[in-house]
Structure formats: C-alpha cells, structure tokens
C-alpha cells in the first residue's frame, strides 16, 4: 500500500465547478509535487513544493491552484477546468534534501478527474 | 530533442526470456535515475534505482548506467505475464530550492507471452 494517500479517488465535475483533490503523506518527507497524466502519455510535473513553498510552476494555467497548508498537506484547487483537463492526478512526496535525498518520488495511487 | 526517450513498444518476450529496456537523456546534470512499472489505470511504482556508472541488480531486475553515453537500460530476467506493463525511464535533477524535477520517458509497453 502507498504512504501518500489522495482523494478522491474518482471526481466528474462540470466547466463551471469548483473542486479539490487532497494528498496526505505521514513519512515526513519535505518536498511535495503534482503531476498530469494522460492516458497513453507519460506523467508530466505540474508543481513542486519545497518545505511548504512553491518551488516550481510548469506554466500551469491559473485554473489550477496549488496549495500546501503543512508539510504533509497538499493540495490541488480546481476551477473552471476545461474537458481536455480530464487526466489522472498523481501526488508524490520525497525527502527535500541532503543524504536522505535519493531523487526517489514516492507516488499516491491518483485522482481520476473527469471534466463534462 | 526529448529530455528523455524511450521506444514505445510494444515489446513482445516470451515467458521465461530476458526482456531489455532503454533508454537515453539528454541533460547531463541530472543525478539519479529510476525505473518505474505502471499497470493500465495506475500509478507509476518504483522498481530500481540507480545513481553511479555500471550495473544494480535487485532480483530479476538489473539497472545499468552509463552517464558518458547518456544511457540507462533496465534488464528483465525470467520473464513472468505480471511484468507486462509500461516501463517509465525517469531522470532527476535535484533543486536548488528543494525537491526534485523528476521527468519521464514516453514508457516502454512490454508484454510477456504465454
């Protein structure tokens, strides 16, 4: 079973909603990320948090807003999305630096969004 | 030029066989590198890892790296129908700020014949 748990696990939302996806992560790790995957096409990285502040932003457009309230918090604010937008959302988390940091990212099982 | 690439499959082994994968980038900073497995409609799941020249072997799983040419390959041995899956070659580069940019291959689609 992953230690970085999301939720939800499905979510169908119409252009006009406002929602949430939630990643939690117990392994005190410091850097936090999100990426889009789309089906057929490899993860691409949407948002790196580092020590709860963001450290990278893939020119992801507006209607997508990160948050990390704490360090074992992060998450993903939706508004306006379009149906191309619809993807499975994977949380990672990884130790931030130092010896402990290998570069290996520990991956959350996904949301699944569907925008109608 | 991709950051990193892969041939997209589908590989065909028979059961049994050693299926081998690969992989080059192009960013010669990066400092760690991954294979990942992803069953259809799952997430990506760390198999190996590695981060000096030469080979990592880890049960049926071998990781080679050779950082002058810019390759990674991931060797299967012993072959089983649960390996096939897409295989993700993925490169690191550690942050300055903190974190890692991890970026992926396109994956490989490996399949494991009866």
């Known amino acids: 079973d992953t230690e970085v748990t999301q939720t939800p696990k499905h979510l169908v939302m119409g252009m006009t909603n406002k929602k949430s996806l939630k990643c939690e992560q117990h392994m005190g790790h410091r850097a936090m990320y999100w990426y889009k995957q789309k089906a057929k096409k490899p993860p691409e990285l949407m948002f790196v948090y580092s020590y709860e502040k963001l450290s990278i932003n893939e020119s992801v457009p507006s209607r997508f807003s990160p948050e990390c309230p704490n360090s074992s918090l992060l998450n993903l604010h939706l508004h306006a999305l379009q149906p191309e937008d619809s993807a499975l959302y994977l949380c990672a988390s990884s130790p931030r630096g130092g010896l402990t940091n290998t570069g290996e990212l520990f991956f959350g099982e996904g949301s699944r969004l569907t925008v109608l | 030029q991709k950051e990193v690439e892969q041939n997209s499959g589908p590989l065909s082994v028979p059961e049994g066989a050693i299926a081998s994968l690969n992989c080059t980038y192009s960013d010669r900073v990066s400092q760690s590198f991954f294979w990942y497995r992803q069953y259809s409609g799952k997430s990506p799941e760390l198999i190996m890892s590695i981060y000096s020249n030469g080979d990592k072997e880890d049960g049926r799983f071998t990781a080679q790296l050779n950082k002058a040419s810019q390759y990674v390959s991931l060797l299967i041995r012993d072959s089983q129908p649960s390996d096939s899956a897409t295989y993700l070659c993925?490169?690191?580069?550690?942050?300055?700020?903190?974190?890692?940019?991890?970026?992926f291959g396109t994956g490989t689609q490996l399949k494991v014949e009866l």
């Open positions: 993925a490169v690191n580069r550690v942050l300055t700020g903190g974190g890692n940019k991890l970026t």
